[in-house]
């Protein structure tokens, strides 16, 4: 919606633009130089700029977003806000959540954590962790996450419920709650151009045991 009223914005500001350079011109007709000056006119134009910088910011290099969820919780939790990199892996349409081109995801790794659309809506956005790319073979049990053959354990930690996993270059931090069910995944081989994504909060997430195997296109930003 940001985009939506940002855009509005600067619409305004170029008709008040396109508005005075008529009325000043030298071939400006006289009923249209006889037209009273608009108050607003510079408030338009100042804040037309003002969305136009705010604009390329909000599309290109940052913008802020709540978590919604328990889902990716110990480490991030509910209501928390964090920033993210709209631009992390090619520019992405701010109106649909769309890649405008084929989209750069050679950086993408094992362990890390973005944000995808599951849904058409750009509004829907996920935040995730991808625990395989593309050709792996990948598998969860309550032991652990079972990739490419090798078993990378849940590791107990000082409280009951939370476990440390290392996972490639990261290590990172899952809830797993006794009393909730945990869903297992056999295993999968992930195909081309599709990763394998879950929530941090194994016993609270709708992720790709639910939905399944997330395009790399539906991946649209990483946090700072």
Not at 123 to 135: C, F, Q, S, T
Not at 173 to 180: E, G, H, K
Request: hydrophobic share 50%.
């Amino acid at each position: 919606m940001l985009a939506i009223y940002l855009t509005i914005l600067i619409a305004m500001a170029v008709l008040t633009i396109c508005y005075r350079f008529a009325a000043t011109g030298p071939g400006a007709p006289v009923w249209l130089r006889a037209l009273p000056v608009p108050k607003w006119g510079d408030f338009f134009i100042y804040a037309g700029l003002m969305a136009s910088s705010c604009f390329a910011i909000y599309a290109l290099f940052m913008q802020a977003m709540f978590v919604p969820s328990a889902s990716m919780a110990p480490g991030l939790q509910p209501g928390q806000t964090i920033l993210i990199k709209p631009a992390a892996f090619g520019l992405v349409n701010p109106f649909t959540g769309s890649h405008l081109t084929d989209g750069d995801f050679e950086s993408l790794r094992r362990g890390e954590v973005v944000l995808a659309k599951f849904a058409y809506n750009a509004d829907v956005l996920y935040i995730k962790r991808v625990v395989a790319l593309p050709g792996d073979v990948f598998g969860l049990t309550k032991e652990g996450y079972y990739l490419n053959g090798v078993l990378h354990p849940f590791e107990a930690t000082e409280t009951d419920d939370i476990y440390r996993v290392n996972l490639g270059v990261s290590s990172f931090l899952v809830t797993i709650d006794p009393t909730a069910k945990f869903e297992e995944q056999d295993l999968i081989e992930v195909p081309k151009d599709f990763v394998y994504m879950l929530g941090d909060n194994l016993t609270k997430s709708s992720d790709s045991r639910e939905l399944g195997f997330i395009s790399l296109r539906n991946i649209i930003a990483r946090p700072f």
